[in-house]
């Protein structure tokens, strides 16, 4: 049985909640209490444990590819998926810190960090205008939740094309059947057209028999009364 689909939801699972914790600090604008980060640590570490099931997932199934029918493409999207991972954790780690020294920034990419010292007012720009521009968090937040729509809508969408060829299979099993029966009934009908033509030819000889006996009767019958009167 191939482990990685459903590690993978755990960690989409942890992620998001995280991800939601570091949110609602950020809009309260306040450190978190105590009981709040003994919570997020263990969330984390979890989330670090489930990182790790998904790393021998992907190792258990790039050693044995044809156990879990897998090709190479495949392979290769899973430890493309296990590098977002991490990097999302490393990001989650970078907020965490922050929000505890009470600093609340958004996560950023490397390349976003880059564009705002080169550009000063960059930061502000996401921020300010009384909230109308969303913060580089809750795009990035945004852009997390639609990619975890499409892995969803992917995974059905692949459920639907194994219950489609499921279906192709049956209905050509049912053809298939089909076939056969049509060929029996066309068998026993040519067994019953023979049939039919044999009683057809069986009556015919019987009716010329009957005939025939009845023309012999009618003779012996004429001349029996010949000779009864000839007698008389």
Not at 21 to 41: C, G, H, M, W, Y
Not at 192 to 198: E, F, V
Request: glycine share 4%.
């Amino acid at each position: 049985m191939d482990p990685f689909n459903d590690v993978r939801e755990d960690a989409d699972v942890s992620i998001r909640q995280l991800e939601s914790t570091i949110a609602q600090l950020k809009q309260s604008n306040r450190p978190p209490s105590v009981e709040q980060s003994q919570d997020f640590e263990n969330q984390l570490r979890e989330l670090h444990e489930i990182s790790q099931e998904l790393k021998d997932a992907v190792d258990m199934s790039s050693a044995e590819p044809e156990k879990f029918d897998l090709t190479s493409s495949d392979i290769r999207e899973r430890n493309g998926i296990l590098q977002t991972l991490t990097q999302r954790i490393g990001q989650i780690e970078h907020a965490w810190q922050n929000s505890k020294n009470g600093k609340l920034r958004e996560v950023t990419t490397m390349s976003n960090r880059i564009s705002q010292d080169e550009n000063p007012f960059a930061a502000d720009f996401a921020e300010g205008q009384d909230g109308s521009v969303m913060s580089n968090y809750q795009q990035q937040e945004m852009i997390q939740e639609q990619d975890t729509q499409l892995d969803d809508i992917h995974r059905t969408m692949m459920n639907l094309n194994q219950q489609a060829v499921i279906m192709g299979d049956e209905l050509e099993d049912q053809a298939f059947m089909l076939d056969e029966l049509d060929y029996e009934l066309d068998h026993v009908d040519n067994k019953l057209q023979r049939g039919m033509k044999r009683l057809n030819v069986f009556i015919e000889r019987n009716k010329e028999t009957a005939s025939n006996w009845c023309i012999a009767i009618l003779v012996v019958v004429l001349c029996v009364l010949l000779v009864v009167l000839l007698i008389a």
